[in-house]
DNA sequence: ACCCAGGGGCAAG
DNA sequence: CTTGCCCATGGG
């Protein structure tokens, strides 16, 4: 039996910003600097084109769904978010890519994001055989250019962030690698050491990047859906105290339940919200 | 015109 | 340890 998995939840829901669905129905995207074609099919997913061991290790088939929707609370907040989002899945998407494009996040709404991931790609990225993406651009390819034709990818002032980060990265102060061997906390340390990296790119990047599924950003989005179904209390909280105080709540993959949360709300509201 | 967006960094309380 | 303010840009 193959395992489940929802293409467009999982490819559309804000942890990846570069898939493209083509007009026959299957996503094209870079695995790595990998060009590679997929669709959904009866079954699970077909690989259409590009390595199928790849993509499965990408698109994290081997993650037990059934064991991770167990641990989720019960509530009737998280069970619809649930039923809308069953079968995305955390990908595992190369840890520079995604450090990169979290770093150009901040105050940015998904639509952007993608944009900005688009013009880098575009400006600073290579050609990849048989796709018509573009890689997303190295480390230093991002540490030698200038803060100003970064901002011309609509950057804004995250220009010198990503620069700054691309910089360390590219010399080897920072070995994104190496630091996979570093426990949560200390890996969410050493993430908040970069430019342009506070506690919530942190934990999106441990999440998408690094493989951490306890690890739970709390954006605009999710603090709100905190404060309204899961927080008793006068004072209005904090993100970090959200955190701090909800995500034991949600378990081991607490990340997942985040992201499940956040699909449905954005989904869902995007058009009652004005 | 006004508001908000997958926030971070820094100064000040 | 918390709060207030600024930082660009684009879309509703």
Known sequence: MEPEINLRATLECGQVFHWQERDDGAWEG????????VRENAVGLEVVQGDPAAVARY???DHDLGRIYAGFPRDATMLAALDFCRGLRIIRQPAWECLATFITSSMKQVTHIRQMSHALRARFGRGVRGS?????PSPAALAAAS??????????????????????????EADLEAWRQLDDAALREALCTLPGVGRKVANCVMLFGFERCGAFPV???????????????RAKPTPLALER???????????????YLFHHARMTQRRARR
């Open 30 to 37: 870079l695995i790595g600097n990998v060009h590679a074609v």
């Open 59 to 61: 698109f994290a088939l």
């Open 132 to 136: 018509r993406l573009r890689s997303y």
């Open 147 to 172: 803060e100003e034709d970064l901002r011309g990818c609509g950057l804004g002032y995250r220009a010198k962030n990503l620069r700054a980060t691309a910089q360390r990265v590219a010399s080897g």
């Open 219 to 233: 954006d605009t989005w999710i603090a709100r859906i905190m404060r309204e179904h899961y927080w008793r209390g």
């Open 245 to 259: 105080r909800l995500a034991k709540r949600f378990g081991p993959h607490a990340g997942y339940a985040q992201q």
